[in-house]
């Protein structure tokens, strides 16, 4: 759970430039690649993790903008658009209406009663969880995965070492 903002602010810097560091490497072909039936596409995937930006912290009382509707658009041009314009709108909604002493005001988030600093907290972990899923869709479908919170394989190519030791 965040006790400040900045702590907060901090953290989502870093995430939601990876989460666009991650979707700059999709193409418009693969968005709609899975790997089975009965799971989300890279497009749905991805879209999911934008919709989610206005959706969860909607539910905390702020008023984000952004989409908060199934229908994903068929570019990563359009996701990645809407994802920077709903990212950038956390960060002004909370920094204009949501202080230090309220993260451990309580809301009801989906049944359960979760203080606010427990919501961005799960915002950034849902977004780290479904970027995961993302990154292992793309090595599948043959794409670049670049790194997050290290390099990838193919960026410790690059550097010349092995990334497999």
């Keep these: 759970m965040y006790r400040t903002l900045q702590d907060f602010l901090t953290d989502w810097e870093y995430e ?73 709108s956390i960060v002004k909604e909370l920094t204009v209406h949501w202080s230090d002493v309220q993260l451990t005001d309580m809301v ?3 049944g359960e009663d979760w203080a606010k600093g427990t919501v961005l907290s799960v915002l950034v972990r849902h977004q780290s ?19 997050v919170y290290g390099p990838s394989k193919e960026e410790w190519a690059g550097m010349g070492m092995n990334p497999m030791e």
């Design 16 to 88: 939601s430039a990876m989460t666009l560091k991650v979707f700059e490497h999709i193409n418009d072909e693969s968005l709609s690649l899975k790997s089975y039936d009965d799971v989300r596409s890279m497009a749905r995937l991805c879209w999911h993790i934008t919709e989610t930006l206005k959706e969860m912290p909607g539910h905390a009382g702020l008023n984000i903008e952004g989409v908060a509707d199934d229908q994903h658009p068929a570019s990563i041009a359009a996701i990645i658009d809407t994802y920077t314009r709903s990212s950038a």
């Design 108 to 110: 009801n988030m989906y």
């Design 129 to 147: 969880h479904h970027r995961g899923q993302l990154t292992i869709l793309m090595r599948q479908a043959g794409l670049q995965v670049p790194g």
